[in-house]
């Protein structure tokens, strides 16, 4: 795992989202097209902002998101369909965006979405970290055996505790405690893996991250194991790594 570390995260942003666009665009030139995944989150913000803004032939890219509330409809705030809809699909016109719809019936949602996703190896992922060292809505101690590219997962209050300190929810009791997420295993399918983490609140997930034992309980500990992975980080979020 690289780690690339800039002044701001409005630096972070731009170099995470150019270094991504280079590599989407280098698979649109290998095979004529590129899967990805978007992660969401107030710590996308400014990466997708620099990301729409790249010279890449979005008509032929096929995107999946990370994960999506149950029992959220689309019209909600905290909505990561809403999310990546105003702050990406509206703005670049995609070949295909693969949303998760978690309103009705979750099991069937994925089995839909995970029949969908085998057809569509991804080429580069833009993720993030949670507080909690989590990566999508795996919360410790994550599943690292499932093979499902899609599963149900019950989210910890840490992890609720972060979603409402972002401001999309007015208290801890109006925010999901389940959610549809993209599996580790799934995510570590990627080919190349973009993860864009900035903020001080996120520096103690970083340095358990970079430092700790991998293992379920810091979820993301296991993208040191992937062959293709930067961690892109501001000065605040690797505040901690001299710990080391």
């Known amino acids: 795992m690289e780690i690339i570390i800039k002044h701001t995260k409005n630096e972070l942003g731009k170099i995470a989202a150019e270094y991504g ?20 989150g107030a710590s996308q913000f400014e990466m997708l902002d620099n990301l729409v803004q790249q010279n890449v032939e979005w008509s032929k890219v096929n995107c999946f998101h990370l994960d999506e509330y ?24 995609v070949n295909s965006f693969y949303f998760i719809k978690g309103e009705n019936n979750p099991k069937q949602e994925c089995k ?5 996703i085998k057809r569509y190896p991804i080429d580069v992922a833009f993720i993030g970290i949670g507080e909690n ?10 599943d690292f055996e499932t093979e499902e590219p899609y599963i149900i997962v019950e989210l910890d209050k840490k992890c609720r505790m972060q979603q409402l300190g972002e401001g999309w929810f007015p208290n801890l009791e109006s925010v999901p405690d389940k959610a549809i997420s ?7 399918k ?3 893996i973009i993860c864009t983490v900035p903020d001080k609140r996120k520096a103690e997930a970083v340095f358990k991250t970079v430092t700790a034992e991998i293992s379920p309980i810091v ?9 293709d992975t930067i961690l892109f980080l501001d000065r605040e979020s690797a505040s901690f790594l001299n710990k080391g």
């Open 182 to 188: 993209m599996s580790i295993k799934q995510i570590l």
């Open 70 to 93: 149950i029992g959220l409809p689309e019209s909600h705030a905290a909505s990561f369909r809403k999310y990546l809809k105003e702050r990406f699909a509206h703005k670049v016109n």
């Open 21 to 40: 666009a280079k590599k989407v665009s280098e698979v649109i030139d290998e095979k004529g097209f590129a899967n990805i995944i978007l992660a969401t």
């Open 112 to 116: 839909r979405i995970n029949e969908i």
């Open 190 to 192: 990627s080919k190349s």
């Open 133 to 142: 060292g989590h990566l999508a809505f795996n919360d410790p101690p994550a």
């Open 219 to 227: 979820p993301a500990t296991i993208l040191r194991k992937h062959n």
